[in-house]
């Protein structure tokens, strides 16, 4: 069964303090991943695609990377504004329109 | 942004009615989704638009159906809506087929 898990749940980080969210899938046919942010009561924003094991993406603090079986996305120095909650997705090859998301990271930085 | 306009965004029903939840979308994308968003679950795909008229059943359809009869307009209908049903509702629309998607900011239902 196609799968995507994100991990944690939930983070806590100060200002500056730099970590990694993890979105690890299990599809029988990677066609694309892509990250989005989630504002509460917002519709989730469209950060980044990956498309191949080995390819980076960067936007100001946020760098994505991807692997033949997971992806991260690293926030260097975060800033409270960096707060939101951030969702992986991975479009399939199965002949469908359909992309499988994660339940996402809640991400809180503190001033 | 793709310009995705849903409507309305917060609506109280009650078990049984008929609900009609609307996306408008600026962009002339051919492809454009329906998603329910529920603690627990992530984005869940209830039906999606390759075109207009054309329509599938994503994982979640049973007591939903849409209708899209212009490119800019997918229309998502709760037949006689359920506690179930309770959830945020988010559109979304592409371009192409492996383009990323880009979401309206949601309708909140509320069945009692």
């Known amino acids: 069964e196609d799968q995507v898990t994100q991990s944690p749940e939930a983070l806590r980080l100060q200002e500056g303090e730099s970590s990694s969210l993890n979105c690890s899938y299990t599809v029988s046919g990677l066609r694309g991943l892509f990250w989005y942010r989630q504002d509460p009561g917002k519709g989730p924003e469209f950060l980044f695609t990956?498309?191949?094991a080995g390819e980076e993406k960067e936007k100001e603090r946020l760098k994505a990377t991807l692997t033949k079986k997971e992806s991260f996305l690293h926030i260097t120095a975060p800033k409270p504004e960096d707060s939101a909650t951030y969702l992986c997705?991975?479009?399939?090859?199965?002949?469908?329109?359909?992309?499988?998301f994660g339940t996402g990271t809640r991400l809180k930085v503190l001033a | 942004d793709a310009g995705i306009t849903q409507s309305p965004r917060h609506k109280v029903t009650e078990t049984g009615t008929p609900v009609t939840l609307r996306c408008h979308q600026t962009?002339?994308?051919?492809?454009m989704y329906w998603y329910r968003q529920d603690p627990g679950h992530g984005l869940r795909l209830i039906h999606y638009?390759?075109?207009?008229?054309?329509?599938d059943k994503g994982e979640v359809s049973d007591g939903y159906s849409v209708s899209r009869s212009k490119t800019e307009d997918f229309l998502l209908t709760l037949e006689s809506a359920t506690s179930s049903q309770t959830s945020v509702y988010f559109c979304?629309?592409?371009?192409?087929?492996?383009?990323?998607?880009?979401f309206g900011n949601g309708t909140r239902l509320t069945v009692t």
């Open positions: 979304a629309s592409a371009s192409d087929y492996n383009s990323p998607l880009h």
């Open positions: 962009e002339n994308h051919r492809y």
């Open positions: 638009s390759y075109g207009v008229k054309d329509t």
């Open positions: 997705a991975v479009r399939i090859t199965s002949g469908t329109y359909k992309y499988i």
């Open positions: 990956l498309y191949s």
